[in-house]
T-cell receptor, first 109, second 115 residues
Framework: QKEVEQNSGPLSVPEGAIASLNCTYS??????FFWYRQYSGKSPELIMF????GDKEDGRFTAQLNKASQYVSLLIRDSQPSDSATYLC?????????FGTGTRLQVFP | ETGVTQSPTHLIKTRGQQVTLRCSSQ?????VSWYQQALGQGPQFIFQ???????GRGNFPPRFSGLQFPNYSSELNVNALELDDSALYLC??????????????FGPGTRLTVT
């Protein structure tokens, strides 16, 4: 079992829709959870982090964490073509961050 | 822009050679982590430095080594390059004693090609 799992996609949504990206993790001791956005050929950009169960909202982005189910998600409201990128989930594990392989999101006009 | 810089941007090396990659942390950040990202994969943790000491290492062989300097800039050295070392190498800086508790900000990366 991979430590951090994401559906590779692509996830295709129309402009203006809600994109829902999901991530599961195996280490019950993980305390910190991050979402990064990576455009093709570029480095990852931190867009959200969440430490406590529940929802955390920042503009069009909402991160959701359920530690009991070992599940973290990212919702993007009013999706725009500029949101088209790979979204990486990262989870703390002892002394390092473990990344998933990413979900490619495509937002079409 | 995160304020984290890396050099060079691209590099081509031959198998068996050695390479040094450089990173300057964001102002105020005292922790630097290095990652290797192969095509289509997520970043893989190589190691982390805090105040010039290595305080975390991933599953990479000893030919991957690093340094952090008093100004918190950092180097990644790879000896005896192999074809599989071809990847994007990312440096990320953060503040605090554990990069897993604080947000990490990535530099633009160095694309290494080994032929």
């Amino acid at each position: 079992q991979k430590e951090v799992e994401q559906n590779s996609g692509p996830l295709s949504v129309p402009e203006g829709a809600i994109a829902s990206l999901n991530c599961t993790y195996s280490d019950r001791g993980s305390q910190s959870f991050f979402w990064y956005r990576q455009y093709s050929g570029k480095s990852p950009e931190l867009i959200m982090f969440i430490y406590s169960n529940g929802d955390k909202e920042d503009g069009r982005f909402t991160a959701q964490l359920n530690k009991a189910s070992q599940y973290v998600s990212l919702l993007i409201r009013d999706s725009q073509p500029s949101d088209s990128a790979t979204y990486l989930c990262a989870v703390s594990h002892t002394d390092k961050l473990i990344f998933g392989t990413g979900t490619r999101l495509q937002v079409f006009p | 822009e995160t304020g984290v810089t890396q050099s060079p941007t691209h590099l081509i090396k031959t198998r068996g050679q050695q390479v040094t990659l450089r990173c300057s942390s964001q102002s105020g950040h005292n922790t630097v982590s290095w990652y290797q990202q192969a095509l289509g994969q997520g970043p893989q943790f190589i190691f982390q430095y805090y105040r010039e000491e290595e305080n975390g290492r991933g599953n990479f062989p000893p030919r991957f080594s690093g340094l952090q300097f008093p100004n918190y800039s950092s180097e990644l050295n790879v000896n005896a390059l192999e074809l599989d070392d071809s990847a994007l190498y990312l440096c990320a800086s953060s503040s605090g004693t554990s990069a897993t508790s604080y947000e990490q900000y990535f530099g633009p990366g160095t694309r290494l090609t080994v032929t």
